[in-house]
């Protein structure tokens, strides 16, 4: 294991694993969490020196998502403690020294929490036909319009906000990225919402009514936002694809572990052999997954050329692995699985949002068939 693992695997048994029950019925993490995450240096892995960060690349920051889960945390409590993840890729990627100093630097820092909204309540995947509307007046911008789902939105200080600035109608090229103040005034989270899962991951309904917002808050050129957002999603796709393996392989160990321990009928359960090619198969479904997953992301850390498409596969690849073992998982704990708190009925609810996030399972068959057939089309 290396120096990263180990460091991540110490910070997770010591600082998640005992309080994780009772954020999850909390519904949310508590801001201490970032400023210990921070001073050892969890929160800044992966982003540039330069920026506040220390360094490393996008292998060492799936490295942490993956130790956390197989040390005993969870997808949700990562979603909750990354959302900088994929609230700041934006801003750092413009290099504006203004917006690196005020939202990069303290969240990094674990002194603030910034979200991403995109989604809105008349639809998520079709990120083009947002609604919320951003008008220019003087030095500013007004805002109007709500966004839904929004991870870390009832904590967030600060909001980096997908806005129509084109007419009505004028698709993604209307499209802009604007980062929004929770403090300022028209804006409100209407509502914390229940989910199924990543219960300690606090999810925001958001409404912004005349919302002035400094033009200085736009983040790169007006009209970019829809192609900063595609551009952006293909790190948080493979990162929900790492979380998917990580969360397939765990619930494998936890599987194994008890059916050594759980005797019926005066053998352990491993001893049969129906429940032992069940564990073989839950084993070879994660460990393709995990192959193709981390074989993609080396080479994107390489440098190489990685399609839109190969990154879906990745995603839809990890999400089946892993909708197959957590329900294996819990079939093989029988009524203990079903039991809350167990950490298998836990993995088994926060997995489904794995092919719902970060673009649908069906969004992503879109972009792999889109290639495909431009491809035979070409
Ligand atoms: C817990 C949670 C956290 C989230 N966090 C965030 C966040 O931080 N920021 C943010 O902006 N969003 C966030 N989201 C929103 C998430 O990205 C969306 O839910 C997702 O993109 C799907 O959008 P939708 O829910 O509007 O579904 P819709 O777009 O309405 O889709 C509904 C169904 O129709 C299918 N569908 C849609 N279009 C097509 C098509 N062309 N062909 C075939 N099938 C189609 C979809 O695959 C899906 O099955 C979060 C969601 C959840 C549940």
């Not at 949002?353 to 992503?364: D, F």
Request: charged share 20%; net charge negative; glycine share 12%.
């Amino acid at each position: 294991m290396n120096e990263l693992s180990d460091l991540v695997r110490r910070f997770t048994v010591r600082e998640i694993v005992p309080h994780l029950p009772g954020w999850e019925r909390a519904g949310e993490v508590p801001r201490s969490l970032h400023a210990a995450a921070a001073k050892v240096g969890l929160l800044g892995v992966g982003w540039p020196e330069e920026v506040g960060g220390g360094g490393g690349d996008l292998l060492d920051t799936l490295t942490v998502a993956e130790e956390i889960i197989l040390a005993g945390g969870s997808s949700g409590l990562i979603a909750a403690l990354f959302t900088h993840g994929i609230a700041l890729p934006h801003v750092v990627a413009t290099g504006d020294s203004r917006l690196i100093d005020r939202y990069v630097r303290p969240t990094l820092a674990g002194e603030t929490i910034g979200s991403l909204a995109v989604t809105e309540p008349d639809g998520g995947s079709d990120v083009a036909g947002l609604r919320t509307t951003a008008r220019r007046d003087g030095d500013d911008y007004v805002v109007n319009g709500g966004k839904t789902f929004i991870t870390s939105g009832v904590r967030a200080d600060f909001v980096t906000t997908a806005v129509r600035t084109g007419p009505p109608g004028s698709g993604y090229g209307g499209v802009s990225l604007l980062v929004v103040d929770t403090t300022s005034p028209g804006f409100t989270v209407t509502r914390s919402l229940e989910k199924m899962g990543w219960h300690c991951s606090d999810t925001a309904e958001l409404s912004f009514v005349d919302v002035r917002v400094p033009a200085a808050n736009l983040v790169g050129p007006e009209g970019s936002g829809f192609v900063q957002i595609m551009r952006h999603f293909a790190g948080e796709r493979l990162s929900m694809a790492v979380q998917a393996c990580a969360t397939a392989r765990r619930c494998l160990e936890l599987s194994i572990e008890w059916c050594h321990r759980r005797h019926t009928f005066g053998a352990p359960l491993a001893h049969r052999q129906v429940v032992r090619h069940r564990l073989a198969e839950m084993a070879r479904i994660t460990e393709v997954a995990r192959a193709y997953v981390w074989g993609l992301a080396a080479k994107r850390a390489a440098g190489q050329p990685v399609t839109r498409a190969q990154v879906a596969m990745a995603k839809n690849t990890a999400v089946a692995a892993c909708d197959h073992v957590v329900d294996a998982a819990v079939q093989l704990h029988g009524g203990a699985g079903y039991l809350r708190d167990s950490e298998v009925e836990r993995h088994y609810r926060d997995a489904r949002i794995m092919g719902i996030g970060g673009g649908t399972t069906e969004i992503m068959n879109e972009i792999i068939a889109k290639e495909l057939l431009d491809a035979g089309a070409g």
